[in-house]
């Protein structure tokens, strides 16, 4: 099984970016995809790439802000936030198949 670990949340004020990254111990060309989990409500996706990069996918709340990427040759996933809310203060976690990271926090301020 593939472990993920993410990387890349911080402390930024509305409005401003973030990217963050997810390594995978080894190479996979699975769907992957970021989900996130704000205080007290259920884990959510957020958005997935395909295995070869081509196509995405976006919930609405980010489609427009949000863009996820992936780099194969270096078995990392990653998730550029422009524009950021503080609605969108949570845990980002990468998936791929049955494996999850531990998450990263990022936390927007108004």
């Known amino acids: 099984q593939v472990q993920l670990v993410e990387s890349g949340g911080e402390l930024v004020q509305a409005g401003g970016s973030l990217r963050l990254s997810c390594a995978a111990s080894s190479r996979t060309f699975t769907n992957m995809r970021w989900f996130r989990q704000a205080p007290g409500k259920d884990r959510e996706f957020v958005a997935s790439?395909?295995?070869?990069?081509?196509?995405?996918s976006y919930a609405d709340s980010v489609k427009g802000r949000f863009t996820i990427s992936r780099d194969n040759a270096k078995n990392t996933l990653y998730l550029q936030m422009n524009s950021l809310k503080p609605e969108d203060t949570a845990v980002y976690y990468c998936n791929t198949l049955n494996s999850w990271g531990q998450g990263t926090q990022v936390t927007v301020s108004s």
């Open positions: 790439i395909s295995g070869s990069g081509t196509s995405t």
